[in-house]
């Protein structure tokens, strides 16, 4: 359709550009990350994240089947704040290497808000959701776990590290890479590691536990 007014021309207008899927499902992590910190998991329906999203339940429906799949891809997409996985070229790295390139502290984002803010809703609760603290389980710290143990088996397997027990070792090594959780979720302003606290870490947890899965 166009518009004309007197003195300021003629402009175009018509339906608005369709959003891709992919920009559908980013505005609607994005809103379900925003009621999730607000609000938390109860408050958190389908029909709130279609509102905060702008979009109708309808759309939301045709992305995510249910509010668990949104959970679930919501958390994954945290999952690929802290961790990424290997290209085939990094696997033929030392291990050393490959669990740097794993927690690759340089592409973390700074603001760790909304991460802390989703463990806060999932915490206070989990007892009334038990299927979303699954999700957030299996996607979250069981995915990374995952993730580290395929490499350090692989590394058993080649002789870079002695016989262990490498779900243990993993769950253990990811003990290490990562703050503690606990005082920024009593003390909210306490401060954030900065990418360079987070890189010393890294590289700390890496030699400490290195050194004790190291071949005799």
Not at 64 to 82: I, P
Not at 89 to 111: H, N, Q, T, V, Y
């Amino acid at each position: 359709m166009i518009r004309c007014g007197s003195g300021d021309g003629c402009r175009r207008r018509g339906r608005p550009k369709e959003l891709s899927r992919a920009e559908r499902e980013r505005r609607l992590l994005d809103a379900a990350e925003r009621l999730l910190v607000r609000e938390g998991i109860e408050r958190a329906s389908m029909a709130a994240i279609a509102r905060e999203a702008g979009m109708s339940k309808r759309t939301l429906y045709d992305v995510f089947a249910d509010r668990a799949a949104l959970f679930e891809a919501c958390v994954r997409r945290l999952r690929s704040s802290f961790v990424r996985p290997l290209i085939d070229s990094e696997r033929r790295m030392p291990l050393a290497e490959r669990l740097e390139r794993i927690f690759d502290p340089d592409g973390r984002a700074a603001d760790q808000t909304v991460p802390l803010g989703v463990l806060r809703a999932v915490i206070l609760e989990a007892h009334r959701h038990p299927d979303l603290g699954q999700v957030f389980l299996r996607e979250g710290p069981d995915m990374v776990r995952d993730t580290v143990r395929a490499e350090l088996d692989r590394a058993a397997v080649a002789g870079e590290i002695a016989p262990v027990d490498t779900e243990l070792a993993a769950r253990m090594f990811c003990d290490m890479v990562f703050e503690n959780p606990i005082d920024r979720l009593v003390d909210p302003d306490r401060a954030t590691l900065s990418k360079n606290d987070v890189r010393q870490r890294l590289s700390c947890a890496i030699d400490i536990f290195l050194k004790g899965v190291a071949r005799a």
